[in-house]
C-alpha cells in the first residue's frame, strides 16, 4: 500500500466526506514532489493525517484556505471561512459600482477575507477592519499584505461596543458576526466547536446580540444612501432585518445561499 492510499483509507474510516481529495491536499503540502517522497515528508503527511483524525480541520492544519478568488491564510485564531460567506461578498459587489472609491468597513473582519475580496475586485475603494482579536488582526494583516492589498485597508484593534471607536463616515459596512445561539454551541460538528475561536461563533442567548450591538451605531457612521450587509444563520433573517429597521434603516431585501436559506440581510440608510 503506497502512502496515498494508507491515508484514503483512514479517511473512509472516520468517515471523512472527501478521503481522496483531502488524502491529495495532505500529500500536496506535505510532499510536493510526490510520488517523489522522503522520510521526513512522509512523517509530515502521517503527523497531518494524525491531525485530521482529531477533527481538526484541514484548513487549520494546511493553515490556509481558498474563499471566493483567493487564498488566505488561517489559523486557530480566526473562523474559517465557509462557501456561505461567498453571499455576502457577492451581494456587496452588486452594489458597488465598478469604479466606486467608496470606504468599505467590515465588522468582526477576523482572516479579512470579506473586506479583502471586495477591495481585490474594487480597485479605487480603500476599507477598514475591526475585531477585537489582536491574533486575528495579524493575520488578516498578512492576508493584507500577501494580495497586495494593505496600502488601501487599515485594522483597527477595537470592540465594537466601545463609545467612538471608529471616526469618519462609509459607503458601506459588511460583517459576519457571531450569531450561534449559546446553547447551540455544544451541538456544533467537532471541526467548528474545538476549533474555530468561541468568539466569532458565540451570538448570546439567541443568537442576536451582535445585530443589536451594531443596530445602535451602524446608522450613525453609515453615509446618507449607503448600505449595510449581513451575514445571519438559520431562521434569523426577518428578526435582524426588523432589528436595523427600528433603527431607521431601509430594508433592501434577503439573499438566500445555495442551500436556499436566507443567509444575507440587506439594508439601505
Known amino acids: 500500500m503506497n502512502l496515498r492510499e494508507e491515508l484514503i483509507k483512514a479517511l473512509i474510516a472516520a468517515r471523512v466526506s472527501s478521503p ?5 491536499i495532505i500529500l500536496k503540502h506535505a510532499a510536493p514532489d510526490y510520488p517523489q517522497i522522503s522520510l521526513e515528508e512522509t512523517e509530515q503527511a502521517r503527523n497531518m493525517l494524525a491531525r ?23 489559523n486557530e485564531n480566526v473562523l474559517t471561512p465557509r462557501p456561505d460567506t461567498e453571499i455576502l461578498v457577492e ?25 479583502l475580496s471586495l477591495l481585490a475586485e474594487r480597485p479605487h475603494c480603500c476599507g477598514t477592519g475591526v475585531d477585537l482579536s ?5 493575520i488578516a494583516a498578512e492576508n493584507a499584505r500577501n494580495l497586495k492589498l494593505d496600502s488601501r485597508t487599515q485594522f483597527i484593534n477595537k470592540s465594537w461596543t466601545e463609545q467612538n471607536f471608529i471616526k469618519g463616515q462609509y459607503e458601506i459596512i459588511v460583517s459576519n ?25 458565540d451570538g448570546g442567548t439567541d443568537g442576536l446580540n451582535c445585530y443589536r450591538e451594531i443596530a445602535a451605531f451602524a446608522p450613525l457612521i453609515l453615509k446618507e444612501g449607503g448600505y449595510i450587509l449581513l451575514e445571519v444563520g438559520y431562521n434569523q ?12 434603516l431601509k430594508p433592501q431585501k434577503i439573499v438566500p445561499d445555495l442551500a436556499g436559506i436566507n443567509r444575507c440581510v440587506i439594508l439601505k440608510k
Open 20 to 24: 481522496r481529495l483531502e488524502a491529495d
Open 52 to 74: 485530521r483524525l482529531q477533527n481538526e480541520p484541514l484548513d487549520k492544519i494546511i493553515g490556509q484556505r481558498e474563499f471566493y478568488k483567493s487564498i488566505f491564510k488561517v
Open 91 to 115: 451581494s456587496a459587489l452588486s452594489y458597488i459600482p465598478a469604479a466606486a472609491q467608496w470606504q468599505i468597513l467590515d465588522l468582526g473582519t477576523g482572516s479579512g477575507c470579506i473586506l
Open 134 to 138: 489582536a491574533k486575528a488582526l495579524d
Open 177 to 201: 458576526p457571531p450569531y450561534i445561539p449559546s446553547e447551540e454551541i455544544g451541538t456544533l460538528e467537532p471541526e467548528v466547536k474545538n476549533y474555530d475561536p468561541l468568539t466569532a461563533l
Open 237 to 248: 433573517a426577518e428578526d435582524v432585518m426588523q432589528i436595523f429597521a427600528n433603527s431607521g
